[in-house]
């Protein structure tokens, strides 16, 4: 029997190209983005958070600095691995599937930041994805989903670009096809080529809403931007919700 093939994103995000290509993201942004949900959720220091998805674990790190006590899981081990390098008594990484529970009844919030959501194929998986989530919160716990605002996502999509990083070059098209954003990634360096690819479902506010409601959230807020103001479908650059459970 042929081995089965990884999942897009068990391949990209286990692969050195996906450091390469997004090693400058914006620590500040993050930070302030951060600082300013803290400020509106009011959590305890010392309060349990779990950063779903968490990549290397910058929101975890920083969350952690802050006086919080923050697990952090993510399906790619080569970016638990550079994570549990900042592994403390109050911050620690684990390999792990969002789909599946973690710790039942365990955290007073839950947050997947940047886009880290709409990666399967079947609808089932975002469902089970948010209960999960529910199922991993005491009772009146938060969840926050930091996603792209599909519409504008969707009305600016750049067709094709080339990044240069180091000595690789990355060629990246896009498209929209039934429902996803699909970024076709073409890696070349020192003479060879490699393909991999993101492929994300342009989730709509009211999509979420549908999610939220059958895991049985409340959903409290919803923003538009890093700095919460109010979300616009038509101007936001993103899509913040807050569910209660």
Aim: hydrophobic letters at 40%; one cysteine or more; proline letters at 2%.
């Amino acid at each position: 029997m042929p081995a089965k093939q990884p999942c897009w994103f068990e391949a990209w995000f286990n692969s050195p190209y996906y450091h390469l290509l997004y090693k400058n993201r914006n620590e500040n942004e993050a930070q302030f983005f951060i600082n300013n949900l803290l400020k509106k959720l009011e959590l305890q220091k010392g309060a349990k958070i779990l950063d779903l998805a968490c990549g290397k674990g910058r929101h975890a790190i920083h969350l952690n600095s802050l006086g919080y006590n923050v697990t952090g899981i993510d399906l790619s081990e080569e970016s638990i691995n550079i994570a549990k390098k900042a592994e403390q008594e109050t911050l620690a990484f684990f390999v792990h599937d969002m789909r599946e529970l973690y710790w039942a009844d365990y955290f007073d919030c839950v947050l997947n930041l940047f886009t880290s959501f709409g990666y399967f194929d079947d609808e089932n998986d975002n469902l089970k994805t948010l209960q999960s989530v529910y199922d991993s919160l005491k009772p009146r716990g938060m969840f926050v989903i930091d996603f792209f605002n599909a519409t504008k996502i969707e009305r600016d999509l750049v067709a094709a670009e080339i990044i240069t990083k180091d000595d690789t070059e990355f060629h990246i098209s896009r498209q929209i096809k039934d429902e996803y954003i699909i970024k076709n990634i073409e890696v070349r360096k020192d003479g060879t080529v490699q393909h991999f690819m993101e492929k994300v479902q342009l989730l709509q506010h009211e999509h979420f809403q549908k999610l939220f409601a059958e895991t049985g959230f409340e959903i409290i807020n919803v923003w538009g931007d890093y700095g919460l103001s109010e979300f616009n479908s038509e101007t936001s650059e993103r899509l913040i919700i807050v569910g209660r459970k």
